[in-house]
């Protein structure tokens, strides 16, 4: 695919992406904040933005610690096996996949994910995509992730216009 094509798909994806979550749900947001006992350390332990964490547990499963995905994701931040494998393999936690229905291993787990491909891409916005898609997804396609990328910032924003405000 030649650049110029590349570029245009990338702009009119994020495009899509901005009108499609023009107006994110200000109470999914607020359900995640009822955690930040959790998200709050573990965002600090693991070096990566609080307001991050906050957006993608919101995005994920709507502040529901019970929610489950369609690949068999679990918990607030939709922890996979292979995201999970990840983590107990680099910070040595030997968590098992039944806990991540616990809250805090379950933001523990997220909140470590990205840090992972925080240090690998090199900055947040790559790493919120990597968490998406996968470090594998990421590298063989330069447009993957970028519609969850627009979607979890218009959280973001919700979540910070909202903190500024209380």
């Known amino acids: 695919m030649k650049r110029t094509t590349v570029a245009v798909l990338a702009i009119a994806l994020v495009l899509l992406a901005r ?7 200000v109470e999914e947001v607020t359900r995640v904040l009822e955690f930040s006992d959790l998200v709050e350390p573990y965002s600090r332990m693991y070096g990566v933005p609080a307001s991050r964490v906050y957006a993608i547990a919101a995005y994920e ?3 529901n610690p019970t929610a489950g995905g369609p690949t068999n994701d679990r918990g607030l931040m939709q ?47 790559m790493a919120t995509r990597a968490y998406n898609v996968g470090p594998t997804g990421l590298k063989k396609n330069p447009l993957a992730g ?5 979607r979890i910032k218009k959280v973001e924003a919700t979540y910070l216009s909202i903190t500024k405000t209380a």
């Open 79 to 125: 922890i996979t096996p292979i995201g999970l494998a990840e983590v107990n393999r680099i910070y040595s936690l030997g968590f098992t996949f039944q806990e991540m229905w616990d809250p805090a291993k379950n933001i523990r787990v997220g909140a470590a994910l990205l840090s992972i491909y925080y240090r690998q891409f090199g900055n947040i916005d």
């Open 61 to 63: 499963s709507s502040g």
């Open 19 to 25: 009108k499609a979550v023009s107006m994110y749900k």
């Open 146 to 150: 970028l519609v969850y990328l627009a």
